[in-house]
């Protein structure tokens, strides 16, 4: 008996192929013929690995994670914006705390940034919208510590205008949560701190 096993077009790569292998070896012995009953005709067997390939894939499938829609992946809102002013700096700082779960209750673990909105109301009454002002990025998600607290710095101040401001987290597939609470202040100019030198004693 000739007994030819082909498995050809398809390529298998580690312990998938492997596992395929044993199964089509244990298929031999199963099919194992009296040489002599094949001698005559030389008969050969060709044997597809296609049900194989496809019971594999059902064994396989096992125990999936659920998938879940989009408006479930994205983070939650930010909820503890808050706004200081830094004299020193003559600017506003704004200072978050890192979201740790999506809006369906599971862990964030794809966290991307932050995008930090600004819009402005002048003393005459002219507002704008929110527009972005500045991407913070997270570079931290496969570090054991990661950052929990995170800010911002706006030096681009006029005196007399109120500025308010949001944030949204965005994860690395571009989904946004909600917007954060807004913070907002009227902007007053302030006298930048300046030292002046020690005059020398007078020499007697």
Not at 34 to 43: D, E, Y
Not at 181 to 204: F, G, I, M, Q, S
């Amino acid at each position: 008996m000739t007994f030819r096993l082909q498995v050809t077009g398809y390529r298998l790569q580690g312990f998938l192929y492997h596992v395929l292998r044993v199964a089509c070896c244990l298929l031999r012995l199963t099919l194992h013929v009296p040489g002599s009953a094949f001698q005559a005709s030389g008969l050969k067997f060709v044997v597809s690995p296609l049900p194989f390939v496809l019971l594999l894939c059902l064994v396989s499938c096992g125990h999936k994670t659920p998938v879940r829609p989009p408006e479930w992946i994205v983070p939650e809102a930010i909820g503890d914006l808050a706004l200081d002013v830094d004299d020193k700096k003559n600017a506003v700082v704004l200072r978050w705390g890192r979201p740790q779960e999506y809006v369906d209750g599971s862990e964030l673990d794809d966290l991307g940034g932050f995008v930090v909105l600004r819009a402005t109301e002048e003393g005459q009454g002219k507002e704008s919208a929110f527009t972005q002002v500045a991407t913070i990025a997270v570079e931290d998600r496969d570090r054991f510590r990661k950052a929990k607290k995170f800010s911002y710095t706006d030096t681009q101040l006029t005196a007399g205008v109120l500025y308010r401001y949001r944030v949204q987290a965005v994860t690395l597939d571009g989904y946004s949560s909600s917007l954060s609470n807004t913070v907002e202040l009227v902007w007053k100019d302030r006298p930048v701190e300046t030292t002046t030198p020690a005059r020398p004693a007078p020499k007697h």
